[in-house]
């Protein structure tokens, strides 16, 4: 079942998720739940709160070469991280119609436990590095726009709430 996607401005954004104590069908469930909502939206990764729900979960899914890949994080927590950074241009599907370049470390390894509850860990770089760190944001009340300056940032924020403003006129 497709879960409804949370869109900004909403004090989801801010709050922290609450880390999943058993992983059992019921977490399954949101999981599921949430791959269903990310195809549907053509994204390439949620946080839980993205979809409305409190509870540490990303997942992800690059479908490189049209092939899908899906990874389910629990808990995930980044161990390490490079001193190399990159930069990407970065969006989400929370906040439609915007879009920010923001540099994060190129490389990082990640423990988290999978949709078996078993204890995982990936090193990852290049945009899956960044999509990792930007889908764990959500989990910790942040968002891409909390990486940019603040005058950046409220020049994107005034281009969203102008654009949302428009297509809530038509």
């Keep these: 079942m497709s879960l ?15 880390m999943v104590s058993v992983v059992d069908e019921s977490v399954r469930e949101i999981i599921s739940d949430m791959f269903v909502t990310l195809y549907a939206e053509k994204g390439l990764g949620l946080g839980a709160n993205m979809v409305g729900v409190l509870k540490q979960i990303i997942v ?25 950074v990159q930069t990407f241009n970065e969006a989400s599907l929370s906040f439609p119609g915007i879009a920010a370049d923001i540099t994060r470390p190129s490389e990082i390894s990640v423990q988290y436990l999978d949709e078996e509850g078993d204890q995982q860990i990936l090193e990852a770089s290049g945009f899956l590095a960044t999509v990792i760190q930007h889908e764990m944001d959500y989990l910790q009340g942040r968002t891409f726009l909390d990486h940019l300056s603040r005058t950046k940032r409220d020049t994107v924020v005034r281009k969203y709430q102008k654009l949302r403003k428009h297509l809530s006129n038509s």
């Excluded at 992800?60 to 190399?84: F, K, W, Y």
Aim: glycine fraction near 4%; hydrophobic fraction near 50%; proline fraction near 12%.
């Design 60 to 84: 992800i899914d690059l479908v490189e070469g049209g092939v899908r890949a899906p990874i389910a994080m629990i808990n995930p927590e980044i161990l390490s991280v490079s001193t190399e």
């Design 4 to 18: 409804p996607l949370v869109i900004a401005p909403n004090p989801i954004f801010k709050q922290k998720a609450d």
